[in-house]
């Protein structure tokens, strides 16, 4: 089966899908009304865009880009759930507060990709170092680590799955994965598919993200360092190779079923239990939405499963 190549992301009260580089974030204003914006997204290596096509490379750039992306999204997202102003911004105001947003945005992302080595990468380095007296091996320990490091990842992902604001965007991440795999499976995307299609998916971030904490144990036992500091060192400069390699098994595992690529994605899909919950119909009908103005999902079913393009 040709892969979809449809990504997403869940936003607050809505949905975010892309598809090359139109994107399209779907929201359930306040007001009931789904209010849908469409727009063109440039690589933040759009000059360079080969750099984005090769093997082992792209996933770093992609990787970057669902970031900001996804940054940006959550931000227009969130605009329609702020208290009112009392006041109208001028064009002047509205253009100095754009580049404001732009500049906090940045520096977020910024921010959370420090915080994310800090905590998944250099933390369980320290926590493991602690047992060097009981445990002499490197690679043991190594190994440990990288238990370690998921385990931190999972409690991470259980604890805010307690917020009642992140459930529902989890319920909106199911509706996203729902759609998508209603689409791939060859059938019309109506509220009744949908709902009765699977809210796991073998692409989705979650399983991105495990991949990379997965593969990095592997990394790290065969690329070694002698003194604490250099150890620390590699971590994070390795950190580029392990999403190089992680992303490009995210995209044969889209596309694939072979039953060890299968095997190797049960992991990843068995956390998506917790960043997925099932969606109610008004959240599905927002996902729809958003898939419809970026996909032409009636013409990739007539071409992949032999479907009247006019369902």
């Not at 009392?86 to 977020?108: I, N, P, R, V, Y």
């Not at 999972?154 to 965007?169: A, G, K, P």
């Not at 509706?175 to 009744?192: D, Q, R, S, W, Y």
Request: glycine content about 6%; charged content about 25%; proline content about 3%.
């Amino acid at each position: 089966m040709k892969s979809s190549n449809i990504g997403g992301q869940a936003v607050l009260e809505g949905i975010m899908m892309k598809h090359k580089e139109d994107y399209a974030v779907a929201v359930r204003k306040p007001d009931g009304e789904i209010l849908v914006s469409k727009e063109t997204y440039k690589s933040i290596v759009h000059r360079w865009k080969k750099l984005t096509e090769i093997p082992f490379i792209r996933g770093v750039f992609n990787f970057i880009d669902s970031m900001v992306l996804g940054m940006k999204t959550l931000t227009y997202s969130a605009s329609f759930f702020e208290e009112e102003e009392g006041k109208e911004l001028t064009e002047k105001e509205a253009e100095k507060q754009e580049k404001k947003e732009s500049l906090l945005m940045g520096a977020t992302v910024a921010f959370s990709m420090v915080m994310a080595v800090a905590i998944f990468m250099v933390l369980p380095y320290f926590l493991s170092s602690l047992l060097e007296e009981y445990i002499p091996s490197y690679g043991v320990r190594t190994v440990i680590e990288g238990f370690v490091r998921i385990g931190i990842f999972i409690l991470y992902v259980l604890l805010i799955s307690r917020m009642e604001d992140i459930q529902r965007t989890f319920m909106y991440h199911g509706a996203e994965h729902k759609c998508i795999n209603c689409i791939e499976h060859g059938l019309p995307l109506t509220v009744e598919n949908v709902r009765s299609s699977s809210r796991q998916h073998k692409r989705c971030g979650t399983s991105f993200l495990f991949l990379v904490l997965a593969v990095s144990i592997l990394m790290l036992i065969l690329v070694r360092a002698e003194t604490p500091v250099m150890r620390i060192v590699i971590r994070i400069v390795l950190l580029p190779v392990i999403a190089g390699i992680s992303y490009e098994f995210l995209k044969l595992a889209g596309r694939s079923e072979n039953p060890v690529v299968n095997l190797l994605s049960k992991p990843g899909l068995a956390i998506q239990k917790i960043t997925t919950k099932e969606p109610d119909d008004g959240m599905i009908e927002v996902a729809i939405q958003a898939v419809e103005a970026v996909f032409d999902w009636r013409a990739y079913e007539a071409e992949n499963f032999h479907t009247a393009a006019d369902h």
